[in-house]
């Protein structure tokens, strides 16, 4: 069973389609949990949509975080980002930050975003207040195997 793109809230979703590859299944882990920690820390919904090749909900069921959601590609064209890493952390991150969209639609397989995220000036105290830096094995919080 698939979510829905209905939200009232702003909402990142991590996302993998035939026109962004994004590696195998630990790459999409990576970029799955960098999406997760600025969803959380910038306060937004946090959705998968990745049908290809695969589609993770044939393999993965949520957790605490009900992130599935459906059709998304089509439907929001034109609101997808490319984490590019060179310029994450000196000028992307804050564009990021400050975005009005409605959807982030994220493709990334970096998992090393997560650290400019934890370090950045405007993200500490949010992170500090959920205590990521105290939270083992984040990924548990995302699905259920």
């Not at 630990?26 to 960098?34: E, L, P, S, T």
Request: glycine share 6%; hydrophobic share 40%; with cysteine.
């Amino acid at each position: 069973e698939g979510g829905t793109t209905e939200t009232t809230r702003k909402a990142v979703v991590w996302a993998c389609h035939p026109s962004f590859p994004c590696g195998g299944h630990g790459d999409r882990v990576k970029g799955i949990m960098a999406a997760f920690v600025f969803a959380l820390l910038t306060d937004r919904d946090f959705f998968l949509d990745s049908p290809d090749p695969w589609d993770l909900r044939l393999f993965l069921n949520p957790a605490f975080v009900d992130w599935r959601i459906s059709n998304l590609h089509a439907k929001l064209a034109g609101r997808h980002v490319l984490w590019d890493h060179d310029q994450f952390e000196q000028s992307y991150l804050d564009e990021l930050i400050d975005s009005e969209e409605p959807y982030l639609i994220l493709y990334t397989n970096k998992q090393s975003l997560i650290g400019p995220m934890l370090r950045h000036p405007r993200l500490v105290p949010r992170a500090i207040e959920l205590g990521l830096f105290q939270v083992p094995f984040l990924v548990h919080h995302i699905w259920s195997t």
